[in-house]
Nanobody
């Protein structure tokens, strides 16, 4: 059984910062890629940032220069440092990981953590 456990959400004022963490645990052979998605009220889920096992990153255009994704392969953990937060960043943020348990990667999801940007 594989689990992704997120932490770090909360309420901050515009311009503030938050750091999200997501730790994968269980019967993990390897992790191909890890990332963060978000779903704002009334909107579809969107990819925020993604990082491969080799460190290659992809970002949503609206967060480039403000958010930084990183990972600790030894700890099976991915982080999302979010700076200069805006009200439009308000959403539930979900951790995602492509994890190989036996042969091929399978997508796993965290439970979601609420991020609210408001004064």
């Amino acid at each position: 059984q594989v689990q992704l456990v997120e932490s770090g959400g909360g309420l901050v004022q515009p311009g503030g910062s938050l750091r999200l963490s997501c730790a994968a645990s269980g019967s993990i052979f390897s992790i191909v890629a890890m990332g963060w998605y978000r779903r704002a009220p009334g909107k579809q889920r969107e990819l925020v940032a993604r990082i491969t096992s080799g460190g290659k990153t992809v970002y949503l255009d609206s967060v480039k220069g403000r958010f930084t994704i990183s990972r600790d392969n030894a700890k099976n953990t991915v982080y999302l440092q979010m700076n200069s937060l805006k009200p439009e960043d308000t959403a539930v943020y979900y951790c995602n990981a492509g994890i190989v348990v036996v042969a091929t990667p399978v997508d796993y999801w965290g439970q979601g953590t609420q991020v609210t940007i408001s004064s």
